[in-house]
């Protein structure tokens, strides 16, 4: 049977959470992390986090806080080979100027290395995993999606146009490649945004997967009320350009995961428009490749805000999932495929409603 509890019904030393991640450290443990503080953007946002063992989640605790500034963002990734667990995230009080710090721990994470700046040559463009793990394809390579969201000068015309958002920003995607366990990353690539088909911004916040040796997908969350995808038939070194599925999306975070006999386990708000509903919030599957999603369960249906969720395949060849609750909880769903129930239409589309 399924299991779907909050982490902690209520936290002493923030108010509103958000952005998790998650990762496996045992048969049935499970670390999870996320920002949280008076609320997004406010200076005292920090990294907390908290351990699963053997199915009871531990009291919430603090585990990055570096400086003054908001913290955003974490991801996480545990090396299969050592057990290190890596963790990414940002310091910033705004999105654009986001710098990517860096950290390791090799007690799944009860005690982490200080952090240090990640590719800060390549500053202001903030390198590293934006929102969603990284993969490491079948030769070991590792995988990351990055995006920024860049401050665009407004038009001398006063004429707006397709390429930014209503504040004045244009959203890019990137990936980047590392053949040697993270020690050095390749020059990033940028992934071909078309504004007349993507509309209102762009894309960000890719989530990827590999479906045979040297061919990489990815998903994004994009402004023009479908999610975005991108293919490499190269291991990630060139990409086509974005193109739009017929995925609805609510301009909103998504993440996937990949079992190994090919299975999608998609999980995100199947609801169209460009700041629309974050509810329902979804696990779909597919078993073409992501072309149709013929699986859905839906884990929250009630109005409300259940959102950027995280998704991991479990080493029983079962599901995890973390995902925002109201911004007052971070809340985790772990059950396998065969809870995901077959349905005549994977989705409907939802009516628009602001955010």
């Given amino acids: 049977m399924p299991t779907h509890q909050p982490i902690f019904e209520q936290s002493g030393g923030f ?72 963790l990414w995230f940002k310091a910033w009080p705004t999105i654009p100027g986001w710098k990517t710090f860096h950290t390791t721990s090799d007690d799944q994470g009860e005690t982490w290395r200080t952090p240090e700046p990640f590719l800060e040559a390549d500053y202001p463009l903030p390198r590293g995993p934006v929102k969603n793990k990284l993969i490491v394809l079948s030769d070991g390579t590792w995988v990351n999606g990055f995006s920024d969201e860049i401050k665009v000068a407004k038009p001398t015309d006063g004429i707006v146009t397709n390429r930014t958002t209503k504040s004045g920003e244009e959203w890019r995607l990137y990936t980047e490649r590392s053949t040697d366990g993270g020690k050095t990353w390749e020059p990033w690539t940028q992934i071909a945004i078309d504004h007349s088909v993507i509309i209102n911004g762009g894309a960000i916040q890719p989530t990827l997967w590999e479906s045979q040796p040297g061919h990489v997908h990815l998903l994004a969350r994009t402004t023009a009320g479908f999610i975005g995808r991108s293919d490499s038939t190269d291991a990630g070194r060139t990409w086509s350009p974005l193109r739009l599925t017929e995925m609805p999306n609510n301009n909103s975070g998504l993440d996937l995961t990949r079992f190994k006999d090919g299975t999608l386990a998609l999980m995100c708000n199947p609801v169209q428009g460009n700041w629309a ?79």
């Fill in 277 to 355: 509903a974050r509810s329902p919030l979804s696990l779909l599957l597919s078993h073409d490749n992501g072309e149709t999603w013929t699986h859905r369960l839906d884990l929250e249906t009630e109005k409300g805000e259940f959102s950027y969720p995280a998704i991991i395949t479990t080493s029983d060849g079962g599901l995890a999932v973390t995902y925002t609750w109201n911004r007052r909880r971070i809340s985790f769903w772990r059950g396998s495929a065969a809870d995901v129930p077959q349905v005549s239409q994977a989705f409907q589309l939802q009516e628009s409603v602001a955010r």
């Fill in 15 to 86: 108010l509103e959470c958000h952005a998790s991640t998650l990762v496996q450290i045992g048969p049935d443990d499970f670390l999870a992390a996320w920002f949280a503080g008076t609320k997004e953007k406010n200076p005292d946002t920090g990294i907390w986090g908290s351990t699963c063992r053997k199915g009871k989640w531990s009291e919430p605790r603090l585990i990055q806080k570096i400086n003054g500034e908001a913290h955003w963002n974490p991801v996480l990734h545990r090396e299969e080979t050592t057990g290190r667990v890596h």
